[in-house]
């Protein structure tokens, strides 16, 4: 018997806030820089490059650019991204 594999997109399951705020928090918490514009870029696709370059006033090359896995978003950016996606950060103390 041979199995089959297929690649798996977590865009296709971010289809509610909620989902979309548990995935993002989980990014937050890693501390890693790209590997939070990365999901941020998965969020961007969940809920459509073109839509989203609508909403921010930035183009949708400026989006995949700046949320591909070498992409450096700026604050800017990611702040009107995530404003658009209906998403906020917020800060709370370490629990270390």
Do not use: C, W
Not at 57 to 67: I, K
Not at 68 to 79: A, D, I, Q, R, V
Request: no cysteine.
């Amino acid at each position: 018997m041979t199995e089959t594999f297929s690649d798996f997109d977590p865009a296709e399951y971010l289809t509610s806030p909620a989902a979309i705020a548990e995935f993002m928090s989980d990014a937050l918490e890693t501390g890693d820089a790209g590997y939070i514009a990365k999901a941020l870029g998965v969020v961007a696709r969940a809920k459509g490059m073109t839509e989203l370059a609508r909403e921010t006033g930035l183009s949708r090359e400026q989006l995949y650019r700046s949320f591909s896995e070498h992409g450096n978003p700026t604050l800017k950016t990611m702040l009107a991204v995530m404003k658009a996606l209906g998403i906020e950060m917020s800060a709370r103390p370490n629990a270390r």
